[in-house]
């Protein structure tokens, strides 16, 4: 599609070329603050409110990735460019924070949990609103399903099993590993009422600047 069609398609969706000139160039101006600024990565697993801290992010004017495909990055020394175009990553499962701090020295971790129990069960209602056949063969060739998918339809009480087991493993050797640090905070955003508030006191102690901030201020009306 040609820059042309681009603005006649902005133009019946009810933006004019001038709205969508200054969005590009905000996203420009994002990226370029991202590439080598320091990082925030949450490295709690999905259903913790991720969601909260992905929109908490995006408030503060920060470039904010929200998917699971960053985490698989990190397994990957050659996609160490995949991070420059944002600031905050959640939604990963079990990224190697390991391999995040060695190469984004001084970027900040957070380790989003929640009560396990009520972690489960939302985990499991995720995958049940699939309405799949529990039968392994099915679930592997339904192009829907990730990996915890296939492993909750192929064998939900094995899949529960190793989804516990795995969180208390990822869980004590993050903690082992910043033990100390206080680049690393611990939160439950589900039942914390003031999480944004201790979140926030979090970056400036340690000196997180927000320099994008000015950023979510731009405000673009029609001329």
């Known amino acids: 599609m040609c820059i042309r069609?681009?603005?006649?398609?902005?133009?019946?969706?009810?933006?004019?070329?001038?709205?969508?000139?200054?969005?590009?160039?905000?996203?420009?101006?994002?990226?370029?603050?991202?590439?080598?600024?320091?990082?925030?990565?949450?490295?709690?697993?999905?259903?913790?409110?991720?969601?909260?801290?992905h929109r908490y992010f995006q408030?503060?004017?920060?470039?904010?990735?929200?998917?699971m495909d960053w985490a698989n990055y990190t397994k990957l020394f050659e996609q160490r460019k995949s991070f420059y175009t944002a600031q905050c990553f959640s939604d990963g499962e079990r990224p190697d924070f390991t391999f995040l701090d060695q190469n984004f020295p001084s970027s900040l971790f957070v380790l989003n949990s929640r009560d396990e129990r009520d972690w489960l069960r939302s985990r499991v209602k995720h995958m049940l609103r699939l309405n799949v056949?529990?039968?392994?063969?099915?679930?592997?060739?339904?192009?829907?399903?990730?990996?915890?998918?296939?492993?909750?339809?192929?064998?939900?009480?094995?899949?529960?099993?190793?989804?516990?087991?795995?969180?208390?493993?990822?869980?004590?050797?993050?903690?082992?590993?910043?033990?100390?640090?206080?680049?690393?905070?611990?939160?439950?955003?589900?039942?914390?009422?003031?999480?944004?508030?201790?979140?926030r006191q979090f970056l400036e102690q340690n000196e997180f600047v927000l320099r994008s901030t000015h950023l979510s201020l731009i405000h673009i009306s029609e001329p």
């Open 5 to 53: 069609d681009s603005y006649n398609q902005s133009a019946a969706l009810g933006a004019s070329p001038t709205r969508v000139r200054l969005r590009k160039i905000r996203t420009a101006l994002q990226s370029l603050f991202a590439r080598d600024s320091r990082k925030i990565f949450c490295v709690g697993l999905n259903k913790t409110g991720t969601t909260s801290l």
């Open 59 to 67: 408030s503060l004017g920060l470039v904010s990735v929200h998917q």
């Open 133 to 199: 056949e529990h039968n392994t063969a099915s679930v592997l060739r339904d192009p829907r399903l990730g990996i915890q998918a296939r492993e909750y339809f192929a064998d939900n009480r094995l899949a529960l099993i190793n989804w516990v087991s795995a969180r208390r493993i990822y869980h004590r050797q993050v903690k082992e590993y910043f033990n100390g640090s206080s680049r690393l905070l611990e939160i439950d955003v589900t039942s914390e009422n003031d999480w944004q508030m201790t979140l």
